[in-house]
Structure formats: structure tokens, C-alpha cells
């Protein structure tokens, strides 16, 4: 009874090892995509304003190097989104801020 207990239990701990292996494996798998994304397709962020509506960043389009300023509606912050550059018309993706981590930054940077 207490062996055949162990063995489910083992069988079980084994199994809970798989997942937590397979769930890093995709957790890296998803960074080293988002990292290759951000070189090849990503506009640079090269400045940004929070105001009460929208977000108004400041984008370098790597391909034709033009500078441009854009606004983003507040929901969209913190994730990708996709448009066309201005200039010249290629579409690329923008990796937009999130107001948490500057909050989070801002009070990391003026410790109490
Ligand atoms: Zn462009």
C-alpha cells in the first residue's frame, strides 16, 4: 500500500518536472523571439510622453532612418503594434512602454 503510494507519488513529481521544463523551455523561447523580432522588424523607441489620453512616442524607423513622432491610444501600452512608417510607407512593429514600469522605475530611481 505504501509502496504502490510512492510510486504514484514519484510518477507524479516526474510529471510536474516535464511541465515546469517544457513551460521555461517556452518562456526562453519566447524571448529569444521577441529579441529577434526587436532587431530585425522593431521601430526604435526614442522617446516617449504619457498623457491622460494616449501615448506619444518618438520612433526611429531602422529602415529609412527617419525620425517621427506618433500617438497611441493608453490601452495599447505595453505591447507591440503594428502600423506603417510615415515616410516610407514599410510596416514595422513598436514596442510600446508601459506606464507601470516607469512608476516602478521613477520610484526605484528616488528610494525614500
Ligand atoms: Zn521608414
Redesign the pocket.
Given at each position: 500500500m505504501i509502496q504502490c503510494f510512492y510510486k504514484i507519488l514519484s510518477e507524479l513529481l516526474s510529471h510536474i518536472q516535464e511541465i515546469t521544463e517544457q513551460s521555461y523551455a517556452s518562456i526562453i523561447n519566447n524571448k529569444s523571439n521577441k529579441i529577434r523580432r526587436m532587431t530585425k522588424t522593431l521601430y526604435l523607441l526614442q522617446g516617449h510622453k504619457f498623457r491622460n489620453e494616449n501615448i506619444e512616442a518618438t520612433l526611429a524607423?531602422?529602415?529609412?532612418?527617419?525620425i517621427f513622432k506618433k500617438e497611441f491610444p493608453l490601452d495599447l501600452e505595453g505591447q507591440i503594434t503594428e502600423f506603417k512608417?510615415?515616410?516610407?510607407?514599410?510596416a514595422?512593429e513598436a514596442d510600446l512602454p508601459s506606464k507601470g514600469i516607469e512608476l516602478q522605475e521613477e520610484f526605484e530611481y528616488f528610494p525614500i
Open positions: 524607423c531602422p529602415k529609412c532612418e527617419e512608417c510615415p515616410v516610407c510607407n514599410s514595422r
